[in-house]
């Protein structure tokens, strides 16, 4: 894992101000002339947000902790309005939402810009695409050059602007890491597209979407060795297939593909079944040895990363364990299940605690919205967090304190990983 560049705050003598030394990655973008509002949580951290009057609140995250689809269940949830951006290494998507609905996107992805979807759609030519780049300025942008020179109609543009922000948003679900935040403000009126779904039906669509990635990956990774096939390609993909002829990888041809890594994927399934495309075997490491020659076990694979919500899970085990070393009735967490907090009746209806303190998360879930998506997730998600923030309360008078502090400091840092 790369290093991550640091900043380092330097501390002005008396009544002089303090200073912020950042490295050079951290300080490429940013200007004298827009200066940023520090948002303290020291001694932990602080986050820079560039000053605007329109900004009425921020919440920010690693999408490790809190994925894409469950971000996007605080919004569509609560209505709200403002610019999420999410950002994976060098790739960075940005989507404005009004009143939980999203209105406009922009991406740092070459084939999620206006100019090269234009000409997916077939709606101008390349040609044509290349002289309204060369008449782009920093006041007149590219949609508006290309009604201008009359290659592009009104209606046109915006069927494309929709059809944009509607790719960005869905190939947000092919992010699983990096960071994401979220400004909340009323964006701004000019370039705001009414999509046709609704908000909640492209998180349902872009969940499928980024199962699909998941899915994909693993049978397809980038390293396996592919070959140009036999049989002959599909209209169109001649030059990508012959960039194969000679064997590659699928990470080598995915540079040259313009499009979502889902359709990428999606088109190497296909061509693997018609024979256009060939996946070789990649031969694996040879078998580590024991001096005597026999064969030294093979390690299992790596676990998958808990969600939010069994690490929260996880944490109400601990502490009904820790109840239990310490000679009391754990029994004692089962006062929340019978009289939940108001608010949290439907969530909690027909659950139990288990014999190791744990709950029953799917039926939580189905309770608070039958199970659908990413609201389902952010409202389990909440309601969990109430019961384990009731655990700690109740337990902490039969706990020693030292144990007692151990799980309050692994509930803060749980709930620090989450905002």
């Given at each position: ?44 951290g602080m986050v820079l947000l560039r000053e605007s009057s329109s900004l009425s609140g921020f919440f920010a995250g690693s999408l490790s902790s809190l994925a894409v689809e469950e971000v996007l269940g605080h919004i569509l949830s609560g ?307 109430a019961f384990v923030s009731y655990a700690l309360f109740s337990a902490r008078n039969v706990l020693p304190g030292e144990m007692s502090e151990r799980l309050y400091r692994s509930y803060r840092e749980l709930q620090e990983g989450l905002s």
């Amino acid at each position: 894992m790369a290093t991550r560049p640091k900043a380092t705050p330097r501390l002005g003598l008396s009544g002089e101000p303090g200073t912020l030394e950042l490295e050079r990655p951290l300080a490429a973008n940013l200007s004298p002339h827009h200066p940023l509002a520090a948002h303290f949580h020291s001694p932990e951290g602080m986050v820079l947000l560039r000053e605007s009057s329109s900004l009425s609140g921020f919440f920010a995250g690693s999408l490790s902790s809190l994925a894409v689809e469950e971000v996007l269940g605080h919004i569509l949830s609560g209505i709200r309005s403002g610019q999420l951006v999410v950002q994976s290494g060098l790739v960075q998507r940005t989507v404005s939402f009004r009143d939980g609905q999203p209105v406009f996107a922009v991406s740092s992805v070459p084939h999620e810009r206006l100019g090269a979807v234009v000409v997916r759609l077939g709606l101008v030519t390349p040609e044509q695409l290349h002289h309204a780049l060369g008449k782009v300025t920093p006041t007149l942008r590219i949609g508006a050059v290309l009604t201008r020179e009359g290659f592009l109609s009104e209606a046109n543009l915006y069927s494309a602007m929709t059809y944009l922000v509607r790719e960005v948003m869905l190939n947000l679900f092919e992010m699983s890491e990096g960071s994401f935040l979220f400004l909340e403000g009323r964006p701004p009126e000019a370039d705001a597209v009414k999509l046709q779904e609704r908000g909640k039906d492209l998180v349902l669509q872009g969940i499928k979407r980024g199962e699909g990635v998941a899915r994909l990956r693993r049978h397809f990774p980038d390293e396996t060795p592919v070959v140009a096939g036999s049989e002959l390609p599909p209209p169109g993909e001649e030059a990508l297939l012959a960039r194969a002829a000679h064997g590659t990888t699928l990470g080598a041809l995915r540079s040259f593909w313009e499009g979502s890594l889902f359709s990428f994927l999606t088109w190497v399934e296909e061509r693997s079944r018609d024979g256009s495309l060939v996946l070789q075997q990649k031969a694996g490491p040879p078998m580590p040895r024991r001096a005597s020659g026999t064969f030294l076990a093979v390690p299992p694979p790596p676990v998958a990363p808990l969600s939010p919500e069994e690490r929260f899970n996880v944490l109400l085990a601990q502490i009904h364990t820790a109840i239990r070393l310490a000679g009391a009735n754990p029994d004692l967490l089962r006062g929340f299940l019978e009289s939940p907090q108001p608010g949290l009746e439907t969530a909690y209806e027909g659950v139990t605690l288990g014999p190791d303190g744990r709950v029953d998360v799917a039926r939580i879930r189905q309770n608070v919205s039958g199970g659908d998506g990413a609201l389902a997730r952010a409202m389990t998600l909440e309601a969990i967090d109430a019961f384990v923030s009731y655990a700690l309360f109740s337990a902490r008078n039969v706990l020693p304190g030292e144990m007692s502090e151990r799980l309050y400091r692994s509930y803060r840092e749980l709930q620090e990983g989450l905002s």
